[in-house]
C-alpha cells in the first residue's frame, strides 16, 4: 500500500487560483481526508487551505464502480501527523503523544471558502476540551519563564488561542487588528496580498519599547499576516521572541519569508 501511496501526485497553488473541476469527493476523517471517486479512493494528511493545482491522478480501484455506484471506502496509511518542528530532531514535542490527538481534532472542509480550498477547520478543535487544553499547555510548556511580556494575537483565530497563553504566561495580550477595528489611535504597517495589499493595526501604547514578545495565530500558510506583525513591533521597539501557530502549511513556504524569526508550530 505505501508503494501506492507514494505515486500519487499533489501539487499545491496559492490561494487565488482556481483549478480545473474536480469531480471526486472528499470525506474527513479525522486528520485524514479521503478522496473518493466512482473508481479511485485514497487518504492524504488534512492541511487547511490547499488548493489542487491539477487533477488527482492515482492507480485505479476494484472494476465494476460505474456511474451512480458507490465504491468501497478504504483507507491508504500514511502514518501519524508530525510536528514540523521535525527540522529540530531534538525536541521533546516530537515524542509527545498529544500532538496525534490535536492533529485529529481538526476537521477539513472541502471547497471552503472557495471551490478548490481544503479548509481545516480549528471550531473542532475547540469542541474538544482535552485537544484544546493540550494545544494550549504545549505552547505554555514552551513560552513560560522565557520573559516574554507581550502576547501579540492576530486577527482572528489568533485573538483565540493568544490569550489563554498570555494569561498561563503572566503576560499581556494585544490584539492585532485589520483596519478601522481599534477604537483609540493605531500605528499600522501595509502588507502585500497576491492580488493588492491590506493592513495590520496596533493601538499606539499598547506595548513599550525593550518587551518581549510572542506573535499568535492558528495557521502559517504565506506568512504574509505574521511577517506583517513581527515588522510593527520591531518598529515601536519590541523584540519578537518567536512566532506560534497551530498548524504549517509547508508547501506555501511562509517560514521562509518570516526570515531569521524562528517559528514553532504543532501539526504540518
Partial sequence: MESIAHKIALKFTRVNFVPEKVTNRYY???SLVQ??????????????????????????GAAGAGAGEEPELKTIPIGDPVSSVDMAPHDPILKDERIAGIASAIRV?????KSGIMFQDITTLLLDPKAFKDTIDLFVERYKDKNISVVAGIEARGFIF??????AI????????????LP??????????EYGTDKMEMHVGAVQAGECALV????????GTLTAAIRLLER???EVFECACVIELPELKGRERLGDKPLFVLVS
Avoid: Q
Wanted: glycine content about 8%; cysteine-free; aromatic content about 6%.
Fill in 28 to 30: 474527513n476523517r479525522g
Fill in 35 to 60: 478522496i473518493k471517486s466512482p473508481t479511485t479512493t485514497l487518504t492524504t494528511p488534512s492541511s487547511r487551505n490547499t488548493r489542487l493545482f491539477s487533477p488527482i491522478s492515482v492507480s485505479k
Fill in 109 to 113: 472542509i472541502p471547497d471552503f471558502p
Fill in 162 to 167: 493568544g490569550p489563554p497563553i498570555a494569561l
Fill in 170 to 181: 503572566g503576560a499581556k495580550f494585544v490584539p492585532m487588528r485589520k483596519p478601522k477595528k
Fill in 184 to 193: 483609540g489611535e493605531v500605528i499600522s504597517e501595509e502588507y502585500s496580498l
Fill in 216 to 223: 499568535v495565530d492558528d495557521l502559517i500558510a504565506t506568512g
Fill in 236 to 238: 515601536v521597539g519590541v
